[in-house]
């Protein structure tokens, strides 16, 4: 919504509270219930009757009035076609029946004009909305020709883009010139017989002749320009393009001004309590307000477009216009004057939506189209013409690689499919095993029963090692408990019995080679060594077990961010760059703050410290479009809360110095949507 759907939702509640302060005046309607019940007898005795047709007719009205209320439709504003073929269906048929009326005619008048009013409401919403969609664009063509203003670089651009235009033009004068000159010749030669009897390429000869005549005499009448560079010529045109865009933007942004500040303005008060107000009084000072309500919209599109005229001027005729068309007929009595002026309200309702509306919208269509930026064609044609030239060899170079370029598209997708499921769904498939203690997620450096196996064997070799090489003090086999306490040994890594022998043979180690203790010992304490190697691989096949999870991760986490960089790119590429575009949004956020700034402090107040209408009217342009980008950016509680802080900004009666604090009041309250 924007604050024109708010402010002609206002106007309407209004104008609701002025028909319910009528109502409450009249207490009753006896001729109505009279009617009604004359309509009941009669439509049993003859089956119609005028009453009857009466009570349609107001039933009719009503329901038009409805219509065209804004609490009853899901839009604040129809569409120009609607507000008129309600007009014309409801109040033809009023007006053709009043005179053979039986029913109250005041209540008859006053519904017709309660409609009227609703319809100069809608109407009165869909100027302001046609004036702003007009005015806000302006800016960006200001802009535009400010940007090939403010580089050499930019006006040399725009003077290539517009050069195939500068030519034409030079040879459609040219191809003119001559052309006038031929003519002029045949005319003064039809009794010449020479000229009659010349061949055909004699007359092209001729004719070629006269367009070196004329382009001789063009350079002649254009020697002063030649002494000014295509540069500066182009600076000049877009000065003076951009000028008449400022004239255009200031005609309609007081336009929108005027009809903000002077258009349906009633002292109703939605809120106030119903027959507080002297309704007789009341009656006449809404009539006369929609009545000149409608000749300021009427008066404003007639003259909106006339740039000879300054802002100023163009109000002062406004108001004129309105002064000479506000004074009513005074031959008639009061009731036909009504009656007359409803009819010429509606036919000038009807005559704006019909007529001035759309001429408005064409008038301005126009001169924004002559005084802004190129069209799309003369801007882009260098790059359009280049790449028409290069399509033949581009579309060559496609035919040719068609093989290698669809391998070149299957090799990336096979690529990015075996990305995907070896380094990002198969190591997330393995934390996910991890997490839940899967046995096969396990590392591993060495399988779990190798080390038990092996320490085993060397339990068994030592303790038949010390079988066969009992104790030489005693000379006695080994006992049950011997043989357990060597066992534990083993476990602890001790080799004592193994050991001893060893040394022994040591001594002799030519009879222990023969006799095989020696090998025996050392190939036991080669099986040591392989047990304790095991044991320092175990250590360490723990300590990556007690970190699984962590390598897992460690291993997800290329997959993941590689995947998480592509995905923000592509969103960045195609999605129109979000995180930026909130950015810029932020940004023009506090540039239009710094427009209504500028507006607010270069404004000339009033005695009574107002803004003027083109000030107005340009402030309620900036604050349309902040109201849009607040909408997008703010949370929907603290958007409510600036719609406050926008109503008291656009509100006029409050002064230049409230609105400038306003504006620093938004700047720090909603200065974290803002950075």
Request: charged content about 25%; glycine content about 6%.
């Amino acid at each position: 919504m924007s604050f024109v759907t708010d402010h002609v939702s206002k106007v309407d509640g209004q104008l609701d509270a002025l028909q319910l302060q009528k109502q409450a005046s009249i207490p009753s309607s006896p001729e109505l219930r009279s009617a009604s019940d004359e309509t009941h007898e009669a439509s049993d005795a003859s089956g119609t009757s005028q009453g009857s047709s009466d009570l349609t007719q107001i039933l009719r009205l009503q329901a038009a009035i409805r219509t065209l209320s804004t609490a009853s439709s899901s839009r604040a504003l129809l569409r120009p076609d609607a507000i008129w073929a309600t007009l014309n269906q409801t109040l033809g048929v009023s007006l053709s029946n009043s005179e053979e009326s039986t029913v109250n005619s005041t209540q008859m008048q006053e519904l017709e004009w309660l409609l009227v009013s609703k319809a100069a409401a809608q109407t009165y919403g869909i100027i302001l909305n046609v004036l702003l969609e007009q005015t806000i664009p302006l800016s960006n063509e200001i802009g535009y020709w400010d940007q090939v203003l403010g580089s050499y670089r930019y006006t040399g651009l725009y003077t290539v883009q517009t050069s195939p235009r500068r030519l034409w033009y030079w040879a459609n004068d040219i191809y003119s010139d001559a052309w006038q000159r031929l003519q002029n010749g045949r005319s003064a030669s039809e009794h010449d017989e020479e000229a009659i009897l010349l061949s055909v390429s004699d007359r092209w000869r001729k004719f070629y002749g006269l367009i070196k005549d004329s382009v001789r005499d063009r350079s002649l009448a254009d020697l002063q320009s030649k002494f000014l560079s295509p540069l500066t010529m182009s600076r000049l045109e877009a000065r003076l393009k951009r000028s008449h865009l400022k004239r255009l933007r200031e005609m309609s942004a007081s336009g929108l001004g005027i009809l903000m500040d002077e258009g349906m303005i009633f002292d109703a008060d939605e809120e106030a309590p119903v027959g507080t107000k002297d309704p007789t009084n009341s009656k006449e000072e809404w009539r006369s307000v929609v009545s000149k309500s409608v000749s300021l919209m009427e008066m404003v599109l007639q003259n909106i477009h006339s740039l000879e005229l300054g802002a100023g001027e163009f109000e002062e005729t406004v108001f004129m216009s309105v002064d000479d068309d506000s004074q009513p007929p005074q031959h008639d009595s009061m009731e036909s004057q009504s009656v007359t002026r409803v009819v010429r309200l509606a036919s000038r309702l009807q005559g704006i939506l019909r007529i001035h509306m759309p001429t408005h919208i064409t008038n301005s269509t126009e001169l924004a189209t002559e005084y802004g930026r190129p069209s799309r064609l003369v801007r882009y044609w260098l790059p359009g013409l280049a790449f028409f030239f290069s399509s033949s060899t581009l579309l060559r170079v496609l035919v040719h690689r068609k093989a290698e370029i669809m391998n070149w598209i299957r090799d990336f997708g096979t690529t990015s499919i075996d990305f995907w499921n070896n380094w990002v769904i198969e190591p997330m498939k393995k934390v996910i095993r991890t997490i839940r203690h899967d046995k096969d997620s396990e590392i591993a450096i060495m399988s779990r029963e190798s080390l038990k196996g092996d320490r085993d064997s060397l339990e068994r070799m030592v303790v038949d090692f010390a079988r066969d090489n009992p104790n030489t003090s005693t000379g006695l086999p080994l006992t049950d408990s011997e043989i357990l306490v060597v066992r534990a040994k083993v476990r602890e890594g001790d080799l004592t019995p193994v050991l001893r022998a060893y040394e022994k043979d040591l001594r002799k180690p030519f009879m222990g080679t023969i006799k095989g203790d020696l090998i025996r010992a050392l190939l036991i304490q080669v099986q040591k060594t392989k047990v304790d190697v095991e044991l320092a691989v175990s250590g360490i096949d723990a300590l990556l077990k007690s970190q699984e999870l962590v390598f897992g991760f460690v291993g997800l986490a290329p997959g993941i961010l590689i995947s998480l960089s592509l995905s923000r790119w592509l969103g960045d590429v195609f999605a129109g760059r979000r995180g930026k575009v909130q950015g810029r949004k932020q940004g023009s956020m506090i540039r239009i703050l710094r427009n209504i700034d500028r507006i607010l402090s270069g404004s000339t107040p009033s005695e009574s410290g107002m803004l003027s209408y083109k000030d107005h009217g340009m402030l309620l342009c900036e604050v349309h479009i902040l109201r849009q980008k607040a909408q997008r950016v703010l949370p929907g509680e603290i958007y409510s809360e600036f719609l406050e802080e926008v109503n008291d900004l656009v509100d006029l009666r409050t002064g230049v110095e409230s609105q400038t604090r306003v504006v620093e009041r938004i700047r720090w309250a909603y200065s974290k949507w803002l950075r």
